[in-house]
Each structure stands twice: as C-alpha cells, then as structure tokens.
C-alpha cells in the first residue's frame, strides 16, 4: 500500500501556471488646444474641466493648452451656469464660442478644426442630432416648416442635411400641453462632412443651448 501511494505521488503532476502577459500601460492623450472667444456684450469667465479662461466682451483670449482625456470630457460653465459636457478629441484644435449671454448663462459653440479626411468630399452633407439636458416640457423643430416633437435626454437620431445655415426652435411648455413659457428661434452653421450635437438647457425657464462640433465620421 505505501508503495502505492508513493507511485501514485510521483505520477501527480503539478499544474503549469499561464504566463500573465504584461499589460502595456495606456498611452497618455495628446493635449488639446483651445481657443475661446466672446460674442457677448460682456467679458467671461468659461470654465473647462475646471480651468478657467477669462475673455474680455467681443474679444477672443490667447489659445490655451489643455491636458487630453481619453473619454474626451469637459464639463463646462459660464459664471455658475453650468452648460454641460463637450467633447474634445485628444491632439486636436478647438474654437469654442459663446454667444447670447443671459441670465447669466449663454449658448456655446464649438468647432473642431482638425484637417478634413482625404475621404470626406467637400460637398458632403452634415449630419446633426438633438437632445435635452434635463427631462422637461421642451419640444423642438428644425426649418421653417418642421413639426414640434418631444425632446428628452435621450439622443435623437442623426439626421443629414446640406452642410450651410440650418434653423430650428425650442419651446418649453409648463406641462406636457400646458402654456408655452418660451420659444427660441436659432440658425446655427454646419460645415460639411461634420456631426454636430444640439444640446437644450433650460435654467430658470431659459433656455440655452450648445453647439457642439462632434467632426469628421469617426471609422
């Protein structure tokens, strides 16, 4: 018996442990630069991710460096108006623009200079998409003739247009089919072959929104 048993111990063969493959830290995302002018009547004070750049009224402030991040997120506000997320692709150059400031706030709109892809016509249609900061009574058009529809935080689909002037309304009712508390009329410029993202914000019955230059079709 102990013989086998000590047989049967010799042919035990221990597990061969994998080889754990070395995880290759994440590259660092390129900085992005910045270049934000005012539109508005006064000066500025915007804040990206929380770095603020101070704009003098109808001037624009020497282009600024921000660090990259990989999920290309900059929480921005104007004084204590908070105007949401934009986006920011790592190594690219971006104009940021305020306009219309109210209330405190303002509507902002960026535009993403990084050089057109080979395959990209330059008569190619843009494409835009819609949503609403917060769940309201906000509803939506786009052109002269468009019908009104609901507009939540839920992302509308993209819908191409030909890349120029484009108008759309936002009206903010009291109840679902209660009184209008605002309209807001806008043309906004789409260049082609870009997305855009129009974000509503409503603050104390305001309605702000943003423009924001999402690029070229991603691959």
């Known amino acids: 018996m102990m013989r086998f048993i000590l047989l049967a111990s010799l042919l035990v063969v221990a597990p061969v442990q994998a080889k754990k493959k070395p995880v290759k830290p994440k590259k660092a995302a390129a900085s992005v630069m910045i270049e934000a002018k005012n539109e508005c009547a006064e000066a500025i004070t915007l804040s990206l991710d929380g770095h603020e750049i101070k704009v003098e009224a109808g001037a624009a402030a020497p ?119 605002k309209t807001i009329n806008q043309t906004v410029s789409l260049e082609a072959g870009h997305r855009y993202l129009i974000e509503a914000n409503i603050v104390d019955n305001e309605v702000f929104f943003k423009r924001e230059d999402e690029g070229w079709p991603r691959k």
């Open 63 to 181: 282009a600024e460096t921000l660090p990259g991040k990989q999920d290309w997120a900059y929480p921005a506000k104007l004084g204590e108006v908070d105007l949401g997320i934009l986006g920011f692709e790592p190594g690219v150059t971006y104009e940021v623009v305020v306009k219309g400031c109210r209330g405190g706030g303002g509507d902002i709109y960026t535009y993403n200079k990084k050089p057109r892809p080979k395959k990209v016509s330059p008569v190619a249609a843009a494409s835009i998409r819609f949503r609403a900061k917060q769940n309201t009574h906000l509803e939506y058009s786009v052109g002269d003739k468009g019908r009104f529809m609901p507009l939540s935080i839920a992302m509308t689909r993209y819908r191409e247009t030909p890349p120029g002037d484009l108008s759309f309304t936002f009206r903010l009712r009291a109840a679902k089919r209660g009184p209008i508390l």
